[in-house]
């Protein structure tokens, strides 16, 4: 608890009053999911900092203050004037890709997969703050798996939230960096070799247009579309998505879409 200030500690009290069920088995991990675009910054800074600091993100792009995001990470959290880092626990369920492709693809190819002692300054919600749950964990009093597994929802939608306090220090609290395939050789990679800890691969998103076209109604047909004007020789991966982000021609939040339908149809495990 060495990374935690008072704010953090009265944030874990006040979450684990409202927790109940029995204690995280210890070999799980919490992941924090990104876009790895501002890797280069991380390295620099050897600090994972949030939306809240960055303004950066793939989910609800309201972390300001009086934003939507702002008001569900205080009504959860007692209140802090600092924020939290959002992450999934580590859990496998037979519908998702097997590990490291654990829980949290909708918002980012990459993953920072935390050591077990982040896990300890986590509180846990199910599901996801912005829907202002009802039901709450920490590492010693955990029911939320349960509930997500008797959920139907939706792949991309069924992950435990997780608000990781405290500083999130690369050298210190990160067992590995986990990249897409599709970065391999990039300026990605390059930055990804200068953090102070281990990289790997996962087995990659990637999905052909013809794919998409069969699910027009997953976010709406138009970003079909768009995939298909995004797409490199009809098919999307990782690094091709995040180049159409970066290059200025695009919506974000349309990209964002875009994004979306390649993590549910095009990860490992959503492949034949």
């Given at each position: ?28 991990r919490v992941t924090l999911n990104f876009h790895p ?15 809240f600091v960055t303004g950066n993100g793939n989910g ?85 798996i349960a509930l997500a597994e008797a959920d139907e ?120």
């Open positions: 608890m060495t990374a935690l200030h008072d704010h953090g500690r009265r944030a874990l009290g006040h979450v684990a009053e409202r927790s109940t069920g029995t204690p995280l088995d210890p070999a799980l675009h501002f890797l280069h910054r991380l390295a620099d800074e050897g600090i994972y900092r949030s939306q609800g792009l309201t972390a300001r203050p009086g934003g939507d995001r702002w008001r569900w990470r205080a009504a959860s959290s007692a209140g802090r004037t600092t924020r939290p880092r959002r992450g999934a626990p580590g859990v496998r369920r037979p519908r998702l890709p097997p590990p490291p492709l654990r829980r949290g693809p909708r918002f980012g190819s990459a993953h920072l997969r935390l050591t077990a002692a982040a896990v300890d300054r986590a509180t846990f919600c199910y599901p996801d703050s912005f829907l202002e749950p009802e039901d709450f964990g920490v590492a010693s009093r955990m029911r939320l929802s939706d792949p991309l939608d069924d992950y435990i939230e997780a608000q990781v306090h405290g500083p999130v220090v690369i050298a210190r609290d990160v067992e590995a960096l986990v990249l897409d395939p599709s970065h391999r050789g990039t300026e990605v990679e390059e930055a990804a070799r200068r953090l102070p800890c281990p990289l790997e691969w996962h087995g990659g998103f990637r999905v052909s247009v013809d794919e998409l076209r069969r699910h027009p109604d997953f976010r709406g047909p138009e970003y079909v579309e768009l995939a298909a004007r995004i797409a490199v020789d009809g098919r999307l991966d990782a690094r091709i998505v995040q180049e159409a982000a970066a290059s200025g021609r695009y919506d974000q939040q349309d990209v964002k879409k875009v994004w979306h339908y390649l993590a549910r149809f095009g990860a490992p495990a959503a492949r034949p």
